[in-house]
């Protein structure tokens, strides 16, 4: 009996060894190199696994090992992945040949998940295409110039949070991800769904736009392994019925978009938000929109905008921080542009403040927040890459963008370890390389919000510079270390920076 048991064990285990590593010859198959460390059902994605790393440092570490060659395959767990490794392919992926690869990897189960199906970043073919327009109507110039009311309002309301924090005390420590989290959950909640999010109403913090996505946004132990399991472990997730966005803010969206959506299409009067330009497309338009779709779209505005830029704008505030002469001169940017525009926010004076663009890409290419893009090939295509090296790749293949490698590369970056926003000054910016440097993607698939993202960031640093400095706490943890189970870059014990009046 026991010894049928212990053959019935090892049995399991052999069968269970060959089902996990059933892939591992894949890429030596096809003359493509690839890792040797390779781990039953983990892959080369050991250092992930343990949590000794992010999934982005990971994949960066992989790039640099195999950077003098085009492509190299690894495992993704089990799942056999191309990494493109130089400019040329990464254009391939993302513009010339995007019919190839017009899909990216995550994918969302639309009975959990109703109001992210319709976003474009999990969708494809024509409900891409309507989303992706939707968000391009709203942030072309002319309209960005109307939305940038609504940023205004949110400056004013940040400007009196800071003012009234600083009056009692001569300077303030603050966790720099949380400040910005306020800054841009007011601005959605304003720009995007026209009402006021209460981010900077210390009385009323409960009810805001703000906490309402820490609960599913918040990069904490519990948020991670959700979004772990519904992205990256779908079958896992349908089993769990795990969602990314909790039941309460399904509803709370919901009702909220058809009210004042009701009223957009009703009212005479013009508002400076996402839902009237979808009010106004729709009239244009001549068919009434699904509510359900344009919630989801509308919820895109949140989920892709709100985290994503106050992660970007969390980490220049620790670059200025860190360098007071780059604090210096933006500030003298900022006030000069300001002295021009009658000490007021315009659309005009932020294009002008073109320092604080290089400030914002520096920051962007070494710390990005997300450091790698995944695409799905689509439709099978020979790459051939400049060292000789084809692989024919098979439709259903994952593919990987090294965002995090190509931006510190030394050899498309000098010294690229050095935090130097004049890399990105006029004389200097015409000979980055091209696809070496994508904090918001290419190709038709770019992000569509970027402009969106730029303007509501210049806006909240000129606000802060304008009278207040920053200088590091010893709170933060220097060298940085980024949270393993994150998927956008977050600093472990997070970045804590002093505040003061200057
Ligand atoms: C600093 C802030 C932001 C950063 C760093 C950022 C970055 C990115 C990146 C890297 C992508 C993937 C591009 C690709 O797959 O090639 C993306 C896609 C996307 N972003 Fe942003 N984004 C930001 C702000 C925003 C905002 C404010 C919106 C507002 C609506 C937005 C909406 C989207 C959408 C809908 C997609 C999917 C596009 C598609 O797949 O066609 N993003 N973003």
């Not at 969708?123 to 072309?140: D, P, V």
């Not at 991800?177 to 109403?201: H, I, N, P």
């Not at 244009?284 to 509308?298: I, Y």
Request: with cysteine; proline share 5%.
């Amino acid at each position: 009996m026991a010894v049928t048991l212990v053959f019935l064990i090892f049995a399991s285990l052999i069968v269970l060894y060959f089902y996990l590593t059933r892939n591992y010859k894949y890429w030596q198959k096809r003359g493509v190199p690839s890792p040797e460390d390779v781990f039953p059902g983990i892959g080369n994605m050991w250092d992930f696994f343990t949590m000794k790393t992010t999934f982005s440092e990971n994949c960066r570490n992989i790039y640099n090992k195999y950077k003098g060659y085009s492509m190299v395959g690894f495992y993704n767990f089990t799942m056999p992945t191309l990494m493109v490794l130089e400019p040329q392919l990464v254009k391939t992926v993302l513009q010339t040949n995007f019919a190839s690869f017009h899909e990216n990897t995550l994918k969302i189960d639309p009975d959990l998940d109703p109001l992210l199906a319709n976003n474009p970043f999990f969708t494809y073919g024509e409900k891409w295409a309507i989303g992706r327009k939707r968000l391009t109507y709203a942030f072309s110039s002319m309209r960005l110039k109307m939305l940038l009311e609504s940023v205004k309002q949110v400056c004013v309301t940040f400007e009196d949070y800071l003012n009234r924090n600083l009056n009692k005390v001569a300077k303030k420590e603050v966790e720099l991800k949380d400040l910005f989290s306020k800054f841009t959950a007011q601005v959605v909640s304003g720009a995007g769904f026209g009402v006021d999010g209460l981010c900077f109403d210390e009385e009323r913090q409960s009810e805001s736009f703000y906490s309402l996505g820490k609960t599913f946004l918040d990069p904490s132990l519990l948020n991670n392994i959700i979004f772990n399991i519904v992205f990256f472990l779908p079958s896992l997730g349908k089993i769990l019925r795990a969602r990314f966005l909790p039941k309460k803010a399904d509803h709370f969206f919901r009702s909220l978009v058809t009210e004042v959506f009701e009223q957009r299409r009703s009212d005479g009067v013009r508002r400076n938000d996402f839902l009237q330009l979808m009010a106004e497309l729709e009239r244009m338009e001549g068919d009434k929109f699904d509510l359900g779709v344009l919630t989801s779209h509308a919820v895109s505005f949140f989920i892709d905008g709100y985290e994503t830029s106050s992660n970007v704008l969390s980490f220049v505030g620790f670059q200025l921080a860190s360098h007071p002469e780059v604090q210096k001169r933006l500030r003298e940017e900022v006030l000069s542009v300001f002295a021009r525009h009658d000490g007021v926010i315009t659309y005009e004076g932020l294009k002008e403040m073109t320092y604080m663009d290089q400030v914002i890409s520096e920051s962007q290419r070494i710390i990005p927040t997300l450091g790698f893009l995944t695409k799905v090939c689509t439709e099978d295509i020979e790459l051939k890459g400049s060292d000789g090296l084809v692989c024919r790749v098979q439709r259903g293949t994952p593919i990987l963008i090294p965002v995090h490698g190509l931006q510190e590369d030394d050899r498309y970056w000098k010294n690229p370890e050095i935090y130097d926003p004049d890399r990105f000054s006029p004389d200097s910016k015409h000979s980055i390389e091209k696809f070496a440097f994508l904090p918001f993607g290419e190709g038709p698939r770019i992000c569509p919000g970027m402009r969106m993202a730029q303007l509501q960031m210049k806006a909240c640093l000129a606000t802060l510079l304008r009278k207040y400095s920053l200088e590091l706490s010893p709170k933060t943890q220097v060298p940085l270390k980024m949270t393993a189970s994150s998927f956008l870059s977050a600093a472990v014990g997070g970045l804590w920076a002093i505040i003061q009046p200057i």
